[in-house]
T-cell receptor, first 114, second 111 residues
Framework: ETGVTQTPRHLVMGMTNKKSLKCEQHLGHNAMYWYKQSAKKPLELMFVYSLEERVENNSVPSRFSPECPNSSHLFLHLHTLQPEDSALYLC?????????????FGPGTRLTVT | SQQGEEDPQALSIQEGENATMNCSYKTSINNLQWYRQNSGRGLVHLILIRSNEREKHSGRLRVTLDTSKKSSSLLITASRAADTASYFCATDKDSSYKLIFGSGTRLLVRP
């Protein structure tokens, strides 16, 4: 248990659906991250929030829409996804922003787009 | 482009043996971190080493950093079956506020 929870753990959605992934951290951290992990590819950083402000949008398609209503919660809203978006989506948090802080990861949401 | 590259891609050893994984990177860094991931799960932080440090230990783990060669190694001593996982290095670039992960080394420890 890392103190970072993600729901749902598994999600199957059609290309026309709209769904949301939720992440919650109970660690009092200031930075939160969304990563995408596809088979045989390195972990890809999608979004970074620091003190509820988005500081990084790593050329992510607009069909992925993040939301950070407060420093403990992070959402990833999904709509009109493509089959290639099927992957493990990981949320992480860290005490501060930057490579000098260790990141705490949630268990991930396994997303399948049909 | 990818910053960290782990080597080997896969490693199979007998329980009790030592496992060594290497990470090479391309640009100067401030920090390098190692993470472990069990199959289909989230990553777990192992060790953070700063650019002015050469070696760090944590239990059975030893990490070295050679900034002149732009490389790091992770040594797991007296391996156990529970060490079976993928291991990733992650680096920041200069003053970057984000980590860039490598593709990982898949370690199998045979009982």
């Amino acid at each position: 248990e890392t103190g970072v929870t993600q729901t749902p753990r598994h999600l199957v959605m059609g290309m026309t659906n709209k769904k949301s992934l939720k992440c919650e951290q109970h660690l009092g951290h200031n930075a939160m991250y969304w990563y995408k992990q596809s088979a045989k590819k390195p972990l890809e950083l999608m979004f970074v929030y620091s003190l509820e402000e988005r500081v990084e949008n790593n050329s992510v398609p607009s069909r992925f829409s993040p939301e950070c209503p407060n420093s403990s919660h992070l959402f990833l809203h999904l709509h009109t996804l493509q089959p290639e978006d099927s992957a493990l989506y990981l949320c992480a948090s860290s005490p501060g922003q930057g490579g000098g802080y260790e990141q705490y990861f949630g268990p991930g949401t396994r997303l399948t787009v049909t | 482009s990818q910053q960290g590259e782990e080597d080997p891609q896969a490693l199979s050893i007998q329980e009790g043996e030592n496992a060594t994984m290497n990470c090479s990177y391309k640009t100067s860094i401030n920090n390098l971190q190692w993470y472990r991931q069990n199959s289909g799960r989230g990553l777990v932080h192992l060790i953070l080493i700063r650019s002015n440090e050469r070696e760090k230990h944590s239990g059975r783990l030893r990490v070295t950093l050679d900034t002149s060669k732009k490389s790091s190694s992770l040594l797991i001593t007296a391996s156990r079956a529970a060490d079976t996982a993928s291991y990733f290095c992650a680096t920041d670039k200069d003053s970057s506020y984000k980590l860039i992960f490598g593709s990982g080394t898949r370690l199998l420890v045979r009982p």
